[in-house]
């Protein structure tokens, strides 16, 4: 069984930092891609970054293009979001998924790609 655990949500300050993380265990396979995932409120859930296990491929939403960063440590099988610049946009329950990899991208900004989900760790922006 997958398991997505998440952790390091909480409040900052416009412009401060946040890092998400992301403990994955389960799958029996190793082409499988984690992303990250935000829902606002009163908002349809978007996708914010996605990353393919094998290579350490990273894709960006625009939302998140030259602020977030996403990794991951393969020795702990954790995947990271490093969150800098935030903004009160930002602000959403934060969500880790993961699926299958592929080859092309535009399928991970495809909620219905993402077999499993996390819990969701809230992120709150004080302007």
């Known amino acids: 069984e997958v398991q997505l655990v998440e952790s390091g949500g909480g409040a900052v300050q416009a412009g401060g930092s946040l890092r998400l993380s992301c403990r994955v265990s389960?799958?029996?396979?190793?082409?499988?891609?984690i992303a990250w995932w935000r829902q606002a409120p009163g908002k349809e859930r978007e996708g914010v970054s996605y990353i393919n296990n094998r290579d350490a491929r990273a894709y960006y939403e625009d939302s998140a293009k030259g602020r977030f960063t996403i990794s991951r440590d393969s020795s702990t099988n954790t995947v990271y979001v490093q969150m800098n610049s935030l903004e009160p946009d930002d602000k959403a329950v934060y969500y880790c998924?993961?699926?299958?990899?592929?080859?092309?991208?535009?399928?991970?900004?495809?909620?219905?790609?993402?077999?499993?989900w996390g819990q969701g760790n809230q992120v709150t922006v004080v302007s």
């Open positions: 389960g799958f029996t396979y190793d082409h499988y891609a």
């Open positions: 998924a993961g699926g299958v990899s592929t080859t092309n991208s535009h399928y991970y900004s495809l909620d219905g790609w993402w077999d499993n």
